[in-house]
């Protein structure tokens, strides 16, 4: 069974200071892996994903993630926070299949 | 290309009557998935469909709930005689096909519509 934990529900950071998302992962097969985020109003809009290739993964907006799986953790970065970052962000699972285990969420604000 | 469709975006309605969500996927997206996120959780996979099939429907309640994805036109779910724990923001997703046939691990997420019973 897979499982997604999310260890922060709530995130504030300074414009222009670096972003830890923090997630870790329960599954019984090689997972695949992915952060959507959801700006107030939107739909969920896919950042990045892993699915067995290159342990650190680039996505959109200057964010990347690193797939670690001694740490069963994809932790999601970025160096510098923009305004525009502030939104819900959903760490997802999935054991080869197509129902996404979602993550409770982590709420970013970021302050000017 | 117009992202995936959900109406109506907020519905209120009191217990016992029913509710109808619509969504429309992504142009060419033959795959469509409904989730439910209940406050404070995250989302929970309810059914998968492709045009006039029923894939997958293990995270639906057995009772009350029902989808389908005709031929023509949207994905409707509907819940009859809502209950107060039926409040939650519902998710529709697309999907392309992917290789052989199968889903694609990429699915393209909706707004939302937000029931809320009264």
């Known amino acids: 069974a897979q499982s997604v934990t999310q260890l922060d529900s709530h995130v504030s950071v300074s414009e222009g200071t670096p972003v830890l998302l923090r997630c870790n992962y329960s599954?019984?097969?090689?997972?695949?892996l992915f952060w959507y985020v959801q700006h107030p109003n939107k739909g969920l809009q896919l950042l990045l994903k892993y699915t067995s290739a290159a342990t650190l993964v680039k996505g959109i907006n200057g964010f990347e993630a690193e797939f670690k799986k001694s740490e069963t953790s994809f932790h999601l970065t970025k160096p510098s926070a923009h305004m525009s970052d502030a939104a819900e962000y959903f760490c997802v699972v999935s054991d080869d299949d197509y129902k996404l285990s979602f993550g409770a969420g982590t709420t970013v604000t970021v302050r000017a | 290309n117009a992202g995936v469709m959900q109406n109506p975006r907020h519905l209120v309605r009191r217990r016992g009557q029913e509710a109808r969500l619509r969504c429309s996927p992504m142009k060419g997206h033959s795959h469509v998935y409904w989730y439910r996120q209940l406050p404070e959780e995250g989302l929970k996979f309810m059914v998968y469909l492709q045009k006039e099939n029923i894939i997958d429907e293990s995270g639906m309640p057995k009772e009350r709930f029902s989808a389908e994805f005709p031929k023509e036109g949207p994905s409707i779910l509907r819940i009859q005689q809502v209950v107060r724990g039926d409040s939650a923001a519902y998710f529709c997703a697309s999907s392309p096909v992917g290789l052989a046939g199968r889903f694609s691990y990429e699915q393209y997420f909706g707004p939302g519509t937000r029931l809320t019973v009264t």
């Open positions: 599954s019984s097969y090689s997972p695949s």
